[in-house]
């Protein structure tokens, strides 16, 4: 017996690449190295950092572990990751001012902006972080803000000027990339889910083909079997009527027909008799002697003059 229901295969069917499920996968194992890593590195920062910014640390550091262990939806954890990579970059500029790089962060804000959202959001988190750049250089060069650490530099416009120049520039081009990758990318994705669908599609037309042309082959096995299995049994019956009477008995049994009969023709093969039948309609009409006349040309049974005959003959 053939299995119809065996794949076509042995592969499994690929699965269709999903943006969304990379990105919470991406956004998860970022997490969980954030908080293996959080606490070595608030650790070293510690002798060196001010009150406020242990507090800071520590409260972004339970942020991050909280929405790493809880059931949260990807957009808030998203969220909440840039707001804390822009809040250290923010923190560091308002301590140190442009002599440690607290743009580092604020570029790598627009960077994961770019990477965990389709829309740009990027292009938002770079104009915030210019804003307050701008801000910040300008309230501290016209002397409304004075940098936090008193171990940092002195500041002119200037260095504001050359540092606000850099970051302009790198985040541009990284915008520039950011926004050619998503484009190239996307549609590499959609190449790539087209293909798949029409080699879904095609598999699928071909295993529904095997199993038509399966079934056909069961079909002509079970045809050649029931044949073998109705000649034996006809084979080793010695009387003639019981011989008939078994073999369209047989044939409608094993051949899954609603009735059989048997016709035996005159000496000039213009008279059919009915001799044989399996159905209780034809045993009544062998009892009336039912006969008809053949149409040579046709090769069928005339039709009866009442009604038409079902009965068929062809040789």
């Known amino acids: 017996m053939i299995n119809n229901n065996a794949p076509l295969t042995n592969n499994e069917n690929f699965t269709p690449f999903n943006l969304n499920e990379w990105r919470e996968s991406f956004i998860l194992t970022m997490l969980k190295l954030s908080a293996l890593l959080g606490i070595p590195l608030i650790a070293i920062s510690f002798p060196n950092a001010s009150a406020n910014e242990r507090i800071l640390f520590i409260i972004l550091y339970l942020l991050l572990l909280g929405i790493t262990l809880l059931p949260i939806p990807y957009t808030i954890r998203a969220y909440i990751i840039l707001f804390s990579v822009f809040i250290i970059g923010v923190n560091s500029i308002l301590v140190w001012g442009p002599w ?15 990477l965990l959202f389709d829309k740009r959001i990027d292009v938002v988190a770079f104009i915030v972080s210019l804003i307050f750049l701008s801000g910040v250089a300008i309230f501290h060069s016209i002397g409304l803000y004075t940098l936090r650490s008193a171990a940092s530099p002195v500041t002119l416009p200037l260095d504001w000027i050359s540092y606000i120049f850099d970051f302009v520039v790198v985040g541009s081009v990284i915008l520039a ?43 002509r096995m079970n045809q050649f079997r029931n044949s073998a299995i109705t000649s034996r049994a006809i084979a ?15 044939i409608a049994e094993k051949f899954d027909f609603q009735h059989a009969n048997l016709f035996i023709l005159d000496e000039q093969k213009k008279t059919a008799f009915l001799q044989a039948s399996s159905s209780p309609k034809g045993k009544e009409l062998i009892e009336q002697l039912f006969s008809t006349k053949i149409d040579r040309k046709k090769f069928a049974i005339n039709r009866c003059a009442s009604k038409p005959c079902h009965n068929y003959i062809r040789y």
């Open 177 to 219: 990339a950011l926004g050619q990758f998503k484009f190239a990318f996307l549609r590499i994705i959609q190449s790539m889910q087209s293909a798949l669908q029409t080699v879904g599609s095609e598999r699928a037309n071909l295993e529904e083909k095997v199993i038509e042309r399966t079934e056909a082959l069961e079909n």
């Open 100 to 114: 440690i790089d607290g743009s580092i962060f604020l570029i790598t804000s627009v960077v994961l902006a770019g």
């Open 236 to 250: 080793e019956i010695q009387d003639i009527n019981e011989l008939l009477e078994v073999s369209t008995k047989l």
